[in-house]
């Protein structure tokens, strides 16, 4: 029975996006699931998911759902979207009563009265919710797969300002383990052709699994400017997607795996001259491998090349240079993360890297060159006349490990990773050579200059050591 001054949210959608009958919802949801593979050996510490008509949506959203175990009792569960039906500024939860199904009631975790009490950013406010659908169609998905009990954390994004998923990120960080679930709701192109929508949804997909922010908010503008027919927005809940990616980009532990695409083309009820895009995206914790990682001489010589064909045909404003991936290496298509640093006769001109573990190495040594060249912050961009004085180094970076004690670190062999809270930075083991510190220098340096959090704040600091494999074009001899 309700208490009082409770305020049960009343289904918004039902008999539009999905049906309004139990007995239909559970057979409808049972087709989709039953066609739904399980893909990931690692469990979702967070899923995107679609939110359209289940007729058009509804099976890459169970697709996203089978990879959770059914059995497992979740602390909490965040769900995430952004408002499609009134404008606002901040995020607006719902703290009070429960939501409404036909399959059923779901409580509100106690959490989220908390969470406003305790953020700004976030507000008690039930209006935003009423006949938002975003967050309403994934809650049957929920109560069909999960067998054990459980309360939402219900949390609409308003506006279209980078402040508030930076701002909302901050104050959810502290709840992604493994214990919690973040179910971030959206669709992504919204009515370009079937051809363009795929296009322009590989390319968010492939911006994701960068694990950054930045690269996913160049992907977004990118396609909106990029004179697509007809397309609206690359990315329908662009503001729910940041945020999650606010909270894992500090994290090299999370990677992002796709695990369904369709469109609304490729549903029985649309058509191909207008659709909208559907991704089943998961944010798992990397588990190490013990296996080892080598680049032959010919893995590197294409790389190198790769790096400068890329920044070659950028700066001189020529379409991104396509290598045939048939004819790569499987090592230069496995996930790893790495950093490409340039130099001008000795100075260093530029040094941008990922720790990516869910993009191909080519793809992130691409990246990463145009990065290096033109958006280090520390350095005017690269010209096109300047390259031809540019050298150009690449480093491969290995899996993380964290450390329990910094006499673990070897000089010369590890690089470091320094985390605390929202903050981060590292150093590539050639540093430690490069500048001849000692221990504690290389640690004092990254935690102070890199991290941001003073000399000392290494010590009550998470630390991660890695390896590198690298090498340059004078060692590889192309210049």
Known sequence: MNKPNQLDRQPAVAGQFYPDSKALLEKELKSYFDSAKQTLAEQPLALIVPHAGYVFSGLVAASGYRQ?????????????????????????????????????RIPIDPLAEKLVKENSILTDNPEPHLKEHSLEVQLPFLQYW????????????????????????????????????????????????????????????????????????????RNENAGIDDLATAMCGWTSGLTLLKITENKPQISYKTIM???????????????????????????????????????????????????????????????????????????????????????????????STSTPLYRVVMAMAISAATEDYRFESVTAEELKDIDIEISVLTPMKRINHVEEIELGRHGIYIKKGIHSGTFLPQVAKETN????????????????????????AEIYTYEAIVFDEKQMGLR
């Open 68 to 104: 959770l175990d059914r059995n497992k009792k979740y602390k909490h569960i965040f769900l995430i979207g952004s408002s499609h039906t009134m404008f606002f500024n901040g995020a607006a939860v719902y703290t009070k009563g429960a939501f409404i199904t036909p399959l059923g």
């Open 437 to 460: 510190w000692s221990l504690q220098e290389f640690l004092g340096h990254c935690a102070r200059d890199k991290a941001g959090i003073g000399w000392d704040g290494w010590r009550d």
């Open 146 to 221: 999960l067998k054990k009990e459980f309360s939402i954390i219900p949390i609409v994004i308003g506006g279209e300002s980078q402040t508030t998923p930076t701002l909302l990120a901050e104050a959810l960080e502290p709840y992604f383990t493994p214990d919690n679930l973040f179910i971030i709701s959206s669709d992504f192109s919204h009515y370009p052709s079937y051809d363009d929508a795929k296009k322009t949804d590989d390319d968010m997909a492939h911006a994701i699994a960068t694990n950054s922010p930045v690269e996913f908010m160049k992907a977004k503008i």
């Open 261 to 355: 695409y369709r469109n609304s083309g490729d549903s029985p009820y649309g058509g191909k001259d207008r659709v909208v895009g559907y991704w089943a995206i998961a944010a798992v914790q990397q588990v190490t491998q013990g296996n080892e990682f080598n680049l032959t001489d010919s893995d590197k010589h294409e790389l190198l090349i790769l790096a400068r064909k890329t920044i070659t045909n950028h700066l001189n404003g020529r379409p991104l240079y396509t290598p045939d991936e048939a004819k790569l290496s499987d090592a230069l298509k496995t996930n790893a993360g790495a950093f490409v640093t340039l130099h001008n006769h000795g100075r260093l001109r530029g040094c941008i890297g990922n720790f």
